[in-house]
């Protein structure tokens, strides 16, 4: 928009033209049509509110996802102490477990204990007696006589365990002697087993063996048997 003005200038003329105050005029109008222009149409009035309704709204659900994110973080955490609650008390029934079943077998190797200690064998072999004395544990079940190696065939003395037992062994060594519910203790053929040689008994007789009555051998071997070799000692001692 253009603005043509035309004057006169006269001197000394009460209407004359400010032109500063023309030109303030002419940017302020200048200014306001401008500013008309830029005003925003109901449309964009529209927009703009729709805009800022859904900047409001993405602020709230950013709000409300923390929220949520942060109940997850909290309920995991629950989740995680619960869960280390229930390992602790998983491992205290554990070791209570352990406990008892560590209890229980030692209880059952001391019954065990007790008991192979109740059918211990011990054969203890008094050379300068010439008797015979048979424990089962700590209890005195059987003294009886015997003979032992004479002159030049002298009874190993020392511990020994059963080898093997036989109920009739025929010795190849003395021309097929027989030996009775024999107990072998050593290599070489030595053993306590029974003997028809009673009369000898009490003296030293045999060729290294130990000798003594056919019934009490017969007890011994039986005795040994039933509680096995392993849980058989025997001792010569003089």
């Known amino acids: 928009m253009i603005y043509c003005f035309h004057f006169i200038y006269a001197k000394n003329n009460p209407f004359q033209i400010n032109f500063l105050e023309l030109e303030k005029n002419h940017e302020a109008l200048v200014a306001l049509l401008e500013n008309k222009d830029d005003e925003p149409t109901i449309e964009e009035q529209k927009e703009q509110k729709y805009i800022e309704e859904l900047s409001e709204e993405n602020k709230r659900l950013e709000k409300e996802i923390e929220e949520i994110v942060s109940r997850i973080e909290l309920k995991k955490d ?14 205290k029934i554990k070791k209570r477990k352990a406990r008892k079943k560590r209890l229980a077998l030692q209880r059952l190797k001391a019954r065990k204990k007790r008991a192979l200690a109740r059918k211990h064998i011990y054969v203890k072999v008094r050379l300068s007696r010439q008797r015979i004395y048979v424990y089962r544990g700590k209890k ?42 024999a107990v072998f203790f050593r290599g070489g053929g030595y053993a306590i087993h029974g003997t028809r040689s009673v009369s000898r008994l009490g003296r030293k007789a045999s060729h290294g063996c130990i000798r003594l009555r056919t019934s009490h051998a017969r007890q011994l071997y039986y005795l040994v048997k039933k509680s096995g070799k392993n849980n058989t000692d025997i001792r010569i001692m003089n």
């Open 140 to 181: 005195l079940l059987h003294a009886w006589k015997i003979s032992t190696g004479k002159k030049g065939y002298a009874t190993p003395k020392g511990f020994y365990r059963p080898l093997y037992i036989e109920r009739m062994h025929l010795s190849k060594k003395y021309h097929n002697a027989p030996m009775p519910y």
């Open 78 to 91: 629950e989740e995680l102490v619960t869960i280390t609650k229930e390992e602790k008390k998983l491992q």
